[in-house]
């Protein structure tokens, strides 16, 4: 087996890219770069600033100043921000739709584009998010796309947000995903879609761990393979 992969899992929300791709970091002692947290992270900064997520011109300001760092902390992933801690806050549903509104803006997207490719450059990366095989890691060694349908996802989401102690409700769960599903693959840059040499799998009636392990499958054969 080479050292240092870069691996990357795209997909929609709710799909299980964020658990599979803790599991594969886990197996192979590589760096969690979970893309979504940076841009959620912007959102949380666009939110406290009440910048309105069309300005592009104070979007471009904060993308100057902005000082985002992602640690990892006894296996988990603490998100700062001006080193404030913001691993909690980032999560909620108001930063998810922002977080896919501000995602559209290129300058936005140029911004977290170097600091994506930045720690990713010395391999031993297992990427997530929604652009990771199609634009920021094109030659990645191996590129995953998981996604499930709707219901699956939905439920899913409605169960984490439950469990982080959210008040939800599951019909705006499946409005907010199916908003984020269109923002995400309609926007005119980087958008959701799978790199042509991605292996789709689609997780809708597999747990997590079926995920992981078929996708740790098909690396461990194909590296032996040469
Ligand atoms: O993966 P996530 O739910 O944490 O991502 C939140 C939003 O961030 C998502 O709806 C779109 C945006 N995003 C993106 O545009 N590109 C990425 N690589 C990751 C996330």
New binding site residues.
Partial sequence: MREKLVITI?GP?GAG??TVSKVLAGQFSYLYL???????TF?YKVWKENIAPDDKDRLAELAKRIKIALENENGNLKILCGGKDVTREIRIEQI??L??KI??QPVV?EALLSV?RDMGKNGGVIA?????GTV?FPKADYKFFLDADIKERVNRRYKELIARGECVDFSEVKRDILL?DK??RE?EV?P?KPAIDAIAIDTTNMTIFDVANTILKIIRVKEAAG
């Fill in positions: 795209d929300a890219k964020s979970d893309t979504g947290a940076l841009y959620r959102a998810s739709l977080a896919s995602s559209a997207r994506q997530e998010g929604r652009d990771t920021i984020r923002q995400d926007r980087a959701l």
